[in-house]
T-cell receptor, first 115, second 112 residues
């Protein structure tokens, strides 16, 4: 298995632009998670899905952030409009079952820089 | 609310020496406990996890961790460190269900 795939690996954009991050989970995994990693706040869970349905988005920082999972093999995290404080590494992870009980497999991350 | 504390921001250890990374959690009950490793530019990889049972847990890459309820700790150890162990290590807890809460991480530098 190729593992969790994220694209792009690096994204540099200007403030105010729309940014879309993409994730392909491991085939057969029912849960998908989006995390953000910054120096100031560490690793934070933004949102997670179960069977393509958003279950908890309480970690999404603002309405500028949105996430979708149109099918079992694809998810997007969108920021519109982007701001410099959104600069971070965004990770996608997937697991077979309940995230707290089953191993979450992380993708390599997307490093976002907003100028 | 639960919290995870990793007291050591950075540890330097000689190759071949032993390593211990500390992790303390704050929660009313025993949570699910994890250690992840992150190599530069990479995602996180699970080293080991503890749910119940034997308090000494064996993981991958020669790592082990010991759960001590009385101290609310879940420290990670390795008897002999290799240069490839240089990375950042994260302790995480999941009190119930899905939500992993991560510690701030400990960066390990291995000197020759």
């Amino acid at each position: 298995d190729a593992g969790v795939i994220q694209s792009p690996r690096h994204e540099v954009t200007e403030m105010g632009q729309e940014v879309t991050l993409r994730c392909k989970p491991i085939s057969g995994h029912d849960y998908l998670f989006w995390y953000r990693q910054t120096m100031m706040r560490g690793l934070e869970l933004l949102i997670y899905f179960n069977n393509n349905v958003p279950i908890d988005d309480s970690g999404m920082p603002e309405d500028r952030f949105s996430a979708k999972m149109p099918n079992a093999s694809f998810s997007t995290l969108k920021i519109q409009p982007s701001e410099p404080r959104d600069s971070a590494v965004y990770f996608c992870a997937s697991s077979l079952g309940r995230g707290g009980f089953d191993t979450q497999y992380f993708g390599p991350g997307t490093r976002l820089t907003v100028l | 609310a639960q919290s995870v504390t990793q007291p050591d921001i950075h540890i330097t250890v000689s190759e071949g020496a032993s390593l211990e990374l500390r992790c303390n959690y704050s929660y009313g009950a025993t949570p699910y406990l994890f250690w992840y490793v992150q190599s530069p530019g990479q995602g996180l990889q699970l080293l080991l996890k503890y749910f119940s049972g034997d308090t000494l847990v064996q993981g991958i890459k020669g790592f082990e961790a010991e759960f001590k309820r009385s101290q609310s700790s879940f420290n990670l150890r390795k008897p002999s460190v290799h240069w490839s162990d240089a990375a950042e290590y994260f302790c995480a807890v999941a009190p119930t269900g899905y939500k992993l809460s991560f510690g701030a991480g400990t960066t390990v530098t291995v000197r020759a």
